[in-house]
């Protein structure tokens, strides 16, 4: 069965950093490509960005770059995203996901809030 | 603003036949397939539709995608009380080189 699980998320104050994992297991993940998904309170969803299955390569949409960095690591069969500077707007439910959204984990609440 | 548009409600009576829409232009939904996610109540989204009308295991036939040109629909026949959700579309966007989803549309069965 696979299985996506998050954590790491929590409450953190405007301009802090927090590190999100994502463990996955059911599947070969290092054959996966990995996306994260994000959903602001009462709001649609967001994509955040990509990795290619190897970890070699990760792509993001254009409002996250440079604050915020995907990483893979098939040895841990772990997904992981990095946020750095965090603003109130960053507030949302963030989603892991296989290749093209077919499974997703329960999601993880990032707050920011002084 | 998403780039591909969905309409914001949608509303159908138990046994009726829905669609929902969602438009794009040329860069996404014109050259790309489409993928329709459920998401029920507090839940995490579920693929319901990927490729060219495929169904992941478990997924009732009930529910079906088209696509012509640059839009896309989602149907959902048979509709049941428990098709209330926000389903949402995705696609990749060859200007943006992203993923882009609609804003969602919220259907109500009633």
């Known amino acids: 069965e696979v299985q996506l699980v998050e954590s790491g998320g929590g409450l953190v104050q405007p301009g802090g950093s927090l590190r999100l994992s994502c463990a996955a297991s059911g599947f070969t993940f290092s054959s996966y490509s990995m996306s994260w998904v994000r959903q602001a309170p009462g709001k649609g969803l967001e994509w955040v960005g990509n990795i290619k299955q190897d970890g070699s390569e990760a792509f993001y949409v254009d409002s996250l770059k440079g604050r915020f960095t995907i990483s893979k690591d098939n040895a841990k069969n772990s997904l992981y995203l990095q946020m750095n500077s965090l603003r109130p707007e960053d507030t949302a439910v963030y989603y892991c996901a296989r290749r093209n959204f077919d499974f997703w984990g329960q999601g993880a609440l990032v707050t920011v809030s002084s | 603003q998403s780039v591909v548009t969905q309409p914001p409600s949608a509303s159908g009576t138990p046994g009726q036949r829905v669609t929902i829409s969602c438009s794009g232009s040329?860069?996404?939904?014109?050259?790309?397939?489409v993928n329709w996610l459920q998401q029920l109540p507090g839940t995490s989204p579920k693929l319901l539709i990927f490729?060219?009308?495929q169904r992941p295991s478990g997924v009732p036939d009930r529910f079906s995608g088209s696509k012509s040109g640059t839009s896309a629909s989602l149907a959902i026949s048979g509709l049941q009380s428990e098709d209330e959700a926000d389903y949402y579309c995705a696609t990749w966007d060859d200007s943006l080189n992203n993923w882009v989803f609609g804003g969602g549309t919220k259907l109500t069965v009633l």
């Open positions: 490729g060219k009308n």
């Open positions: 040329s860069s996404n939904i014109g050259s790309n397939t």
